[in-house]
């Protein structure tokens, strides 16, 4: 299971860091970038939760850090895609399913400004004041924006594929095999011991005949 979480969310964080640099990025949209990249991290964090989410984050924030034409210090977005992701994982639904649309909303909301706003504080501490130069709450709003009109036809799709992934077949039929051998093999069991008895039993009483028949012949001997 493990394996298949991790093969899922290299191929999703890869696919969707694709997109964002080939498609999004060359939009020149107005603000901020649709961030498919933190969308992708939240519908992941929903299901695998804040552990995984944590570590979905740091990765996806890494490879988006390395990948060109990123121009900002390394390690920078992995800081903040950690943080979201683990935030994120933390109101994961108990049972895995979505009963309506306004909390996986309000996560969204929530991450993109909270994305942005942990990503320009990073960017001042390290020197870096082109937040600042844009405006900050342009940044918020327009980042804001994007990510709730990508997320309705981002974040079900992503949660829907990490539960489908979450149901191993290959483990179900093999627990069921074996279920069923062990179960075959206590009846086969039970019924060698019965035969086993069976035999015995007529063992026995083919040993008792012979006794009796010797007997009466030694009788008939005695009488003659």
Known sequence: MRVNRMLLSTTLVVVALVVQVSVLARLHLPGAVPDLMLLTVLGLALVYGHVGGA????????????????DHAVGRYALVLCVIGYLAGLVKPESGQLR??????????????????????????????????????????????????LAPFV??????????????????????GKSSEVSTGWLSAGTG??????????????????????AGRLKGVKRL
Do not use: C, W
């Open 55 to 70: 570590l979905i984050g740091f990765g996806a924030g890494l490879l988006a850090d390395l990948a060109p034409p990123a």
């Open 100 to 149: 309506s649309a306004t909390g996986p909303m309000a996560v969204v909301v929530g991450a993109a400004i909270g994305s942005t706003l942990l990503y320009a504080g990073v960017g001042t501490l390290v020197g870096d004041t082109a937040a600042a130069h844009v405006g900050l709450g342009s940044l918020l709003f327009t980042a804001t924006l994007y990510d709730l009109l």
């Open 155 to 176: 974040v079900p799709a992503i949660m829907a594929l990490a539960r489908r992934a979450e149901h191993d077949p290959l483990a179900e039929n093999s627990g069921g």
């Open 193 to 214: 011991m019965r035969i086993g008895s069976q035999r015995a039993g007529g063992l026995r009483i083919k040993s008792a005949k012979a006794r009796v028949a010797r």
